[in-house]
């Protein structure tokens, strides 16, 4: 089975812009969960789909939303860009529920923001 | 947030020593995951502990759970330059979020 796949796996942007990311997730699972790396704050959860339905939701502001097409793949979307938001964002899949087992993690989308 | 605590932040070995790295959270928990990231890619699930298990092993791993003491711990044994990597654990809350620890960087020296 091939594994999780991010694109692009590095962008720069400028403040100001808005940004789109995409993951496809492995064969078969429907949960897909997306989060924040930085050096200071670790790994933080923006939120997870399944079915195409937002079922859990991070502490991040209205930029950063998502959704979740028919074929699981995952889109995540951040508007007006902050030099924060550098980060690597790195999505997950797993079958069902994605705090019950395993989750299967993409190479990640490295974003700078200039 | 976050509700697991890994220690020590950073540990640094021989190769051939064991490394030891503990995780501790504040809720009751599901289950416990331990995952690896080596530098700035993806991470790798290694091991998943359920509540009322308190041991597990694969290959070198070897993890443990104490719900009493709200922790848990991972063992490698015979440790590998290929082990150099960063080591999370991460906990599943109430919606059955997992909230993730900040990691301890475990380096390897030949």
């Known amino acids: 089975k091939a594994g999780v796949t991010q694109t692009p796996r590095y962008l720069i942007k400028t403040r100001g812009q808005q940004v789109t990311l995409s993951c496809s997730p492995i064969?078969?699972?429907?949960?897909v969960s997306w989060y924040q790396q930085t050096p200071g704050q670790g790994l933080q959860f923006l939120f997870e789909?399944?079915?195409?339905?937002?079922?859990n939701k991070g502490n991040f502001p209205g930029r950063f939303s998502g959704r979740q097409f028919s074929n699981s793949r995952s889109e995540m979307n951040v508007s007006t860009l902050e030099l924060g938001d550098s980060a690597l964002y790195l999505c997950a899949s797993s079958l069902m529920t994605s705090g019950t087992e395993t989750q299967y993690f993409g190479p990640g989308t490295r974003l700078l923001v200039l | 947030s976050q509700q697991g605590e890994e220690d020590p932040q950073a540990l640094s070995i021989q190769e051939g020593e064991n490394a030891t790295m503990n995780c501790s959270y504040k809720t009751s928990i599901n289950n416990l995951q331990w995952y690896r990231q080596n530098s700035g890619r993806g991470l790798v699930h290694l091991i998943l502990?359920?509540?009322n298990e308190r041991e597990k092993h694969s290959g070198r791993l070897r993890v443990t759970l104490d719900t009493s003491k709200k922790s848990s711990s991972l063992l490698i044994t015979a440790s590998r330059a290929a082990d150099t990597a960063s080591y999370f654990c991460a906990t599943v809350d109430s919606n059955y979020q997992l909230i993730w620890g900040a990691g301890t960087k475990l380096i390897i020296k030949p």
């Open positions: 789909y399944f079915s195409e339905t937002q079922r």
């Open positions: 064969s078969g699972h429907r949960s």
């Open positions: 502990i359920r509540s």
